[in-house]
């Protein structure tokens, strides 16, 4: 051992002295230029490759590449991929020079390699998630595909819809052997939800047997075919195909999934409505939950300590509008009240309210639209749409939400505003829910990341929860800063927003962490929040189901709130806020790590900038 010691040390350290070498050496424009390109032409390679893999993924792009097929949703796939995504990186470091690359290259390889360490995390809590929930879950998610993304422009793509349909056994195979893998671990949701689940399975399989706007697929379906350029013959035997698949195969599947769940119902009971703490290793899968969602490593004490203190704060500046109105006490209970029940704040629950309310939103859009170039440098292309959630999964959908536009732009981004119970859609809230799901919130985000140049693809269509909600609720507060909200009962309404995200901080973590109950939990936002209690305990429950997806927003928007005020202070005058929002924008959605990381970049870019001018 002693005589070879020496000889070691010596290789080690020619190799130490050539990796130096290696960092050091100098690369020409053109070689940087030449080998970024390579490694991105790889990247989208291996992006296209996965997508084929992926029909849904395939048809939510606008292709129509295996359209006639569903995604697996089996582990064994999940672990090709995984597994494919690690040769792909092995291949990047065998392949390439990856110190003669450019710094957004640099940074593409560098999620790819993150992204693959977050999924090989994530497979450790596989089973944990809950598959079928009121949140989503085949049952509903499905019919949903088929009719807004599923596009019919030929009699083939008329046949692919039909194939779809048959091929649901496995799809319904796969989600029963996942229900069942987490059945096996107590993994199994909280009771409140099988009633909505319940329901909504009964009512698709009623609907099954019934023609015309009673059978949503076949309704669906024939106004597909119908405005198609085929005979008449033709079109009758397609929708007749439809109607015996519908009637026969989808209607088995759907009642193998009701067998399931009631079976799984009265267990559901007996466990309760507890949170990710009573699931096996509850603590070390919350905490994974979190560092997901935030792309932080707070711990949940800090979460919920920052939630109460914004909880504080925000409270404080209602008061400010309490003021301004003249509201007749100073008790903020009491004008939580008044604003949850006074008659003048609520839409008519009929088909005039829900006009009005869809007529509103698209004013705010309209209003907004004409002042982003104040505050933008870039601006998406894609084309909005308001919508109304669709009547069969009204009841238990959340009150409002974003669908992407497709990549071929023949899609529109989608708002969806939920009219099921006007109640729970206050109009001092529509000016900042608008703000945040459309412009200058998601729309904008999502779909210029889609529309993003230069970027390997898989960057356009990341997804982190703390930038993508963080952004959009930051984007409410833009509203403000350019002199939106009007009227101060709209203000209050932003403020009742943000309330709402911070006193998610609190809840999330009670409910996860702290053992709080579901009663508990309402309880906390009635007394914090304005809000409707329907709409309260929506909320509440949609915590229950996804651990820690609710505290990416405030945490991602007090970070980026954090950076700007970072770079002002750095830059004073020079600072420009379209040039910031770029930063934020054109690099797609990354982590609060990277995003720190782009935003320091910048302010020692323009620094340097100034200095050199003089």
Request: charged residues 30%.
């Amino acid at each position: 051992m002693k005589k070879v010691a020496p000889i070691i040390l010596s290789v080690l350290a020619f190799t130490s002295c050539n990796n130096m070498q290696e960092k050091k050496k100098a690369y020409t424009a053109e070689e940087v230029k030449a080998e970024s390109k390579k490694v991105n032409d790889f990247l989208d390679q291996k992006f296209d490759e996965a997508v084929a893999r992926d029909p849904e993924t395939s048809s939510q792009m606008g292709l129509k590449t295996g359209n006639d097929s569903w995604s697996d949703r089996s582990d064994e796939h999940g672990d090709k991929e995984l597994e494919i995504m690690k040769q792909n990186i092995d291949s990047l470091k065998a392949k390439f020079d990856l110190n003669a690359l450019d710094a957004q290259t640099k940074l593409s390889v560098r999620m790819y390699e993150e992204d693959y360490k977050r999924y090989v995390e994530g497979k450790k809590w596989r089973h944990h998630g809950y598959t079928i929930t009121q949140m989503g879950g085949i049952h509903n998610d499905l019919p949903a595909f088929l009719i807004n993304v599923h596009m019919i422009d030929s009699a083939i793509d008329a046949e692919a819809y039909l194939s779809r349909l048959k091929k649901l056994d496995k799809v319904f195979d796969q989600t029963l052997d996942d229900l069942k893998k987490s059945e096996a671990i107590g993994a199994i949701p909280p009771h409140f939800t099988f009633s909505y689940v319940t329901d909504d399975l009964k009512n698709f399989i009623a609907g099954c047997d019934k023609t015309g706007a009673d059978n949503i697929l076949l309704a669906d379906f024939s106004a597909k075919v119908d405005e198609l350029t085929i005979d008449k013959s033709h079109k009758g035997m397609l929708k007749q195909q439809c109607a015996d698949i519908i009637k026969t195969s989808v209607k088995a599947n759907y009642q193998r999934l009701l067998d399931y769940w009631t079976y799984l119902e009265p267990i559901a009971k007996k466990r309760g409505d507890a949170g990710a703490w009573s699931l096996q290793r509850g603590d070390k899968y919350y905490a994974h939950m979190l560092e997901f969602h935030t792309t932080t490593t707070m711990t949940p004490d800090e979460i919920f300590e920052t939630g109460q203190k914004e909880v504080a704060r925000i409270q404080d500046e209602m008061r400010q509008i309490m003021k301004k109105v003249n509201f007749k006490s100073d008790s903020l209970q009491e004008f939580f009240t008044y604003m949850r029940t006074d008659k003048q704040f609520q839409y008519p629950n009929n088909d005039a309210g829900r006009k009005e309310l869809l007529a509103d939103a698209n004013k705010y859009i309209d209003t907004m639209s004409s002042i982003l170039p104040q505050l933008f440098n870039t601006l998406p292309k894609a084309e909005l749409k308001v919508m109304e959630v669709e009547a069969f999964r009204a009841k238990s959908a959340g009150g409002a939400f974003y669908e992407q536009p497709s990549d071929d732009g023949t899609r529109p981004g989608r708002y969806y505003v939920n009219t099921y119970n006007m109640a729970d859609e206050p109009k001092y809230q529509m000016e900042a829910l608008t703000y945040h799901e459309a412009i200058p919130g998601h729309h904008m985000q999502i779909a210029i990341s889609q529309e993003l140049k230069g970027l390997p693809k898989f960057r356009r269509y990341e997804f982190f929860t703390s930038y993508i909600e963080g952004w959009a609720l930051y984007a409410e507060l833009l509203g403000k800063e350019v002199g939106k909200y009007e009227d101060p009962y709209s203000d209050f309404g932003r403020l009742s927003m943000e309330i709402f995200r911070a006193a998610r901080l609190v809840v999330d973590v009670g409910i996860h962490y702290k053992k709080w109950t579901r009663e508990q939990a309402i309880e906390y936002f009635v007394k914090n929040t304005a809000n409707a209690q329907g709409d309260i305990e929506k909320e509440i429950e949609r915590y229950f189901l996804w651990p820690g997806q609710a505290t990416g927003y405030k945490t991602g928007m007090l970070k980026i709130m954090a950076l700007r005020e970072k770079a002002k202070q750095a830059l004073g005058p020079k600072f420009d806020i379209k040039e910031f929002h770029d930063v934020m924008l054109v690099n797609g959605a990354v982590s609060l790590t990277i995003l720190e990381e782009l935003v320091d970049k910048w302010v020692e870019e323009k620094k340097k900038a100034v200095v050199n001018s003089k």
